[in-house]
């Protein structure tokens, strides 16, 4: 799959085009003067762009409504107008990316990607302002956060680099651009792992590392049992996004049956298969 990457940001309009390796084919950067792109110039290079068979979009507010990534169609387009007074010198810039690509390309599949879902689970002390109950209640007052979508890349990654030194649970992210942003992750990273299947249609994918956090490195025996379990949890969660995603005819019931076995197989549990 080819995915047009639609990032409207402060001051430019932004699209890539990621290849079935999760690699950048084509890039072009188009100034957005007073918020918006020329639409000659987002036509000419989307052109220059090649085919894609969907687009993912920054989309700067989602409200408490979207937490994470949606669909776009016409009702979920008119909720986020809505969100306009939040941030109202951002939105109108991601709708119109959105609207202008539409026009362009009818009939492309859209995504939806929300920068303030990231945040979306901040605590209630952090997002909590000091203003009446009723205010916050009635206007969905609330601290958001923002570059959200470039805070959890730049956590998920700081993790992979560090190592050991990335899996104590607690990192600080900086964006830095036209607009600029600090955010504290926190939490522990029970597992990392990439499921490249529709990127590469490698069938022997393995996970790349599993983290833990919180245990004594004397436990020994408990520490390797806790390790299977980790990667016991990933291999589950790779196998059930492959599920909700492998065509209904191509998933047979016996192709599923021997993957089963074959998973419990790996991290040394039984299964008994039943026709």
């Known amino acids: 799959m080819r995915v047009l990457v639609v990032n409207a940001g402060s001051s430019s309009l932004k699209l890539r085009v990621l290849d079935e390796a999760d690699q950048v084919s084509g890039a072009a950067d188009l100034p957005a003067r007073g918020g918006t792109a020329d639409a000659a110039a987002i036509q000419s290079a ?3 762009l090649g085919d894609a068979d969907a687009a993912g979009y920054r989309i700067v507010h989602g409200g408490t409504w979207f937490t994470a990534p949606v669909r776009i169609d016409k009702a979920v387009l008119a909720r986020l107008r809505t969100l306009t007074d939040l941030a109202p010198l951002h939105q109108p810039k991601s709708l119109a990316a959105v ?4 026009r362009a390309l009818p009939g492309l599949p859209g995504v939806a990607c929300f920068d303030t879902a990231f945040h979306a689970t901040i605590p209630a002390a952090a997002a909590t302002y000091a203003l009446p109950r009723e205010w916050r209640q009635r206007w969905a007052l609330r601290r958001y956060g923002f570059h959200g979508l470039s805070h959890a890349y ?18 600080v992210t900086c964006h830095l651009g036209a607009g600029a942003a600090q955010a504290v992750v926190e939490g522990l990273i029970v597992a990392d792992f990439e ?5 590469t249609e490698k069938k022997d994918r393995e996970i790349q590392s599993v983290k ?18 980790g990667r016991a949890v ?7 996004r492959d599920l909700i995603n492998e065509p209904s005819n191509r998933l047979t019931p016996r192709m599923l049956a021997t993957r089963a076995e074959a998973m419990a197989k790996e991290v040394g549990l039984g299964v008994e298969i039943l026709d």
């Open 99 to 102: 609207a202008a690509v539409q």
């Open 154 to 171: 730049c956590s998920r990654r700081a993790a992979q680099l560090a190592g050991p030194a990335g899996a104590t649970g607690r990192i």
């Open 195 to 199: 499921s490249d299947k529709y990127r």
């Open 212 to 229: 833990l956090a919180g245990f004594d490195a004397g436990l020994g025996a408990n520490l390797t049992a806790a390790i299977d379990q």
């Open 234 to 240: 990933a291999e589950s969660q790779n196998f059930a």
């Open 46 to 48: 989307l052109a220059s």
